[in-house]
């Protein structure tokens, strides 16, 4: 073999990070003899120790490629919106979910940065999806929430239990009364739609809140405009 090709093949293994092991295992005998074969993971394997972060990059790579197709798989659960828990540009070209609790302080201090976004991006649409994983109360204020949602009052209910501070019967109760909403007709598929969005974010890998998804990309944590903005961006140049 001659130095070209066994650079070349050192290169192939080194794209491919820790499994360049695998490239020589499956050249045919007649291609590389057994010293070749011998060379080329000896190289191959000092190359990937001397640069080890090649097998974060290709995990890396890995979980991206998974978390695409289970966005892809679930995408009309994930995207479509319960009534009215929408805000933004109900045609945006770019949906972003948040999938939030209540009781969580986190989603509280996201609230500001939602607003900018929509009011900076007109082809923005945001879709709230309860999560209720922290407390009973949650799922009691997620009920109300999608409430809220089917007599289109969702914003301003959202914005006024998050207001009112740790979630209670009272504090839903004053939320619910500021924004008009009536707890009495509490939607029937409430406790279907809470499970469904509970097993929709476990397929996902999201197991607290704020977590975020847009175009394939899952994201967590409270996270800033800039970054959010640039998730946004990415979704919309790949479509």
């Known amino acids: 073999m001659n130095r070209a090709t066994l650079l070349g093949m050192v290169a192939l293994g ?3 990070g820790a499994g360049g092991m695998f490239l020589a295992d499956r050249v045919a005998p007649s291609d ?3 010293a070749d074969k011998a060379r080329v993971e000896r190289v191959v394997r000092d190359y990937v120790l001397t640069n080890p972060e090649l097998i974060a990059q290709a995990m890396q790579k890995l979980q991206e490629r998974d978390t695409a197709r289970a966005v892809a798989a679930s995408r009309g659960a994930i995207q479509e919106p319960y009534a009215g828990a929408w805000i933004g540009n109900p045609k945006g070209d770019v949906t972003l979910v948040e999938y939030y609790d209540y009781n969580c302080g986190f989603c509280r201090a996201t ?3 939602l607003q900018k976004l929509v009011d900076q991006d007109p082809k923005l649409r945001i ?6 994983v922290l407390s009973a109360e949650s799922r009691v204020a997620a009920r109300a929430a999608l409430a809220a949602a ?3 009052k969702f914003k301003p209910f959202h914005d006024a239990l998050y207001a009112a501070g740790p979630v209670s019967d009272a504090t839903i109760a004053e939320a619910a009364r500021t924004s008009g909403v009536d707890l009495s007709r509490l939607p029937v598929d409430a406790d279907a739609t809470i499970r469904e969005n509970l097993e929709t974010a476990a397929k996902l890998g999201i197991t607290g809140t704020p977590s975020w998804v847009v175009g394939d990309q899952v994201l967590t944590g409270a996270l800033p405009i800039d970054q959010l903005q640039s998730a946004i ?3 919309r140049a790949t479509g």
């Open 32 to 34: 590389l003899g057994s």
């Open 14 to 16: 080194a794209a491919f």
């Open 127 to 132: 879709v709230f999806k309860e999560l209720p």
């Open 233 to 235: 961006a990415r979704a």
């Open 111 to 113: 609230l500001p940065v």
């Open 150 to 152: 089917q007599q289109n």
